[in-house]
């Protein structure tokens, strides 16, 4: 650790080095300090080979998030309610709904009448509607889609599912998939914080929510 690095982090260093020393955590070198601590300086690199490895999945997910969104496929959209079970519990993990131009959500008796009204006086001629309930967030009572991106969310969800073939839907939670584990999980098994951060049984973590 160079004495001129740690003259750039502020006072105070000069005596945490001091105490270092006295610990034996860090020994004095030629114009700076030695780590001793072998194990910690160990975990540290762990850290960071961990820290690098997410971010590098993170960013593969980005570049495929992206080339989905480009792969419009309107011949390919069809009417379809998704819920993929929970890997631990068996409960719906996520629910994935497309309803067709003409058709109604299937579950449009449940909806109050406020709701339903809205829906068809604000629904355009040939729409397709998607209707999206995440690990963390829901879009409501759904949103109109373009037949190409209804395309290309349908070919996302045939089955078998898989992580990689989820994640082009282009969602911000992957459908409740765990990338490592390509398996979804629910928000309970999520375990997701009240910052919309999950972590699933297996200690894999990824963001949820996309307001935070």
């Keep these: 650790m160079p004495d001129a690095y740690l003259d750039g982090l502020g006072t105070g260093t000069t005596v945490l080095a001091a105490e270092l020393c006295s610990a034996r955590v860090w020994e004095r070198a030629g114009g700076g300090y030695r780590i001793l601590d072998r194990d910690a300086v160990g975990r540290c690199q762990d ?8 971010a590098a999945r993170v ?6 998030r992206d080339h989905a969104r480009a792969q419009l496929m ?8 998704v819920t993929p ?6 409960a719906p993990a996520t629910r994935i709904e497309l309803a067709g131009p003409g058709e109604l959500p299937a579950q449009w008796e449940q909806w109050p009448r406020t709701a339903r009204d ?7 001629p040939g729409q397709w509607y998607l209707i999206l309930d995440g690990v963390a967030t829901s879009n409501g009572y759904g949103d109109p889609v373009a037949a190409g ?3 290309r969310i349908a070919q996302a969800f045939r089955p078998p599912l898989r992580y990689d073939q ?9 459908a409740g998939f765990c990338q490592d584990c390509d398996a979804p999980y629910c928000y309970r098994h999520w375990h997701v914080s009240e910052t919309g951060y999950g972590h699933c049984p297996a200690g894999h973590g990824k963001s949820l929510d996309p307001h935070w």
């Design 47 to 54: 850290l960071a080979r961990l820290l690098s490895g997410e």
């Design 74 to 81: 309107p011949e390919m959209a069809q009417a379809m309610v």
């Design 149 to 151: 991106e209804a395309g």
């Design 59 to 64: 960013r593969a997910r980005i570049r495929a």
């Design 166 to 174: 989820v994640v082009t839907a282009g969602f911000y939670d992957d």
């Design 118 to 124: 809205s829906f068809l006086r604000h629904r355009g």
């Design 85 to 90: 079970p929970c890997a631990n519990c068996g």
